[in-house]
């Protein structure tokens, strides 16, 4: 099974770190879930890397970083049928190659792709987020890289 070319939109599973999971120290995400991508920027092996958003059954207080995915749309994706919304406002940036980037299933890389609509409407909080500078995003390429530093592999 060939792990796809990372495009807007597409949904994958990830073990996303929430950003106060890291100011506590955390290096890993506590569990995998789906989470689409905002933005891919593409380039050859470890230079492709992606922004990735977490979908979450957690309803946000404030909805200004969000979007609520509609029950058809899970339905297509293949998730359960409780509400669930894409947290556009925070952020992991990733590496392509991370090996937090698993499988959904034995068969099947990815949950599919997110309607074109809902990719803007995401895309569209994001940037809303960026512009009033309330964007969190969290670098899992530069935590690997002080952790292998700390652990005395980055030399």
């Known amino acids: ?63 200004k970083g969000a979007v609520e995915i509609p029950s058809k749309v899970k339905q297509h994706l293949g998730l359960d049928d409780d509400r669930s919304w894409i947290i556009a406002g925070e952020l992991n940036s990733v590496a392509w190659s991370d090996p937090g980037i698993v499988p959904v299933s034995r068969d099947r890389w990815d949950y599919g792709m997110l309607p074109q609509k809902l990719t803007r409407a995401m895309l569209d909080k994001t940037l809303e987020r960026q512009q009033d500078r309330s964007l969190k ?19």
């Open 1 to 63: 099974m060939k792990k796809p070319d990372p495009v807007q939109g597409l949904v994958i599973r990830y073990d996303y770190l929430w950003r106060d999971e890291a100011d506590r120290g955390r290096q890993e995400g506590s569990k995998e879930r789906p989470c689409a991508i905002v933005v891919a920027r593409t380039g050859e092996g470890d230079d492709a890397r992606v922004w990735l958003a977490p979908i979450t059954h957690t309803q946000p207080m404030n909805t």
């Open 137 to 155: 995003i969290t670098d899992r390429v530069l935590l690997e890289k002080q952790r292998d530093r700390d652990e005395g592999r980055g030399r």
